[in-house]
């Protein structure tokens, strides 16, 4: 079974959180020139040629588990149901308040 390291791991979540190198590299506390070769290290191990294959196959084998993507419609839809909620229960506790 393929192993990877906690640093492999961390930069494999950044990278499928969108992050550009540089802020990998600073989350490691590495230079990107050290990023560049843990990572030809990390997708020759993996047998991936990109970065977005690495984090797909480490979520596949089931060593990294990425939280699930937002939908942008789907958090202002909630984030909408919120507000209404929290207003009609503002309202729901005081006489002639709530429908």
């Known amino acids: 079974m ?5 640093d492999e791991r961390n930069a494999l979540r950044l990278i499928h959180e969108g992050r550009c190198r540089c802020e990998v590299a600073a989350s490691l506390e ?7 070769s843990r990572l030809a290290v990390l997708f020759a191990k993996m047998g991936v040629a990109s970065e977005r294959e ?4 480490c979520a596949k084998r089931g060593l990294c588990e990425w939280p699930a993507a937002e939908d942008p419609c789907r958090s202002l839809a ?4 919120d507000g209404a909620a929290g207003h009609v229960e ?3 506790g005081h ?3 709530g429908v």
Request: net charge negative; hydrophobic share 30%.
């Open 2 to 6: 393929l192993q990877i390291t906690p």
């Open 30 to 36: 590495v230079s990107e020139r050290e990023l560049e």
């Open 54 to 57: 690495a984090a797909d196959e």
């Open 78 to 81: 909630a984030s909408d149901h």
């Open 90 to 92: 503002d309202h729901a």
């Open 95 to 97: 006489p002639g308040g």
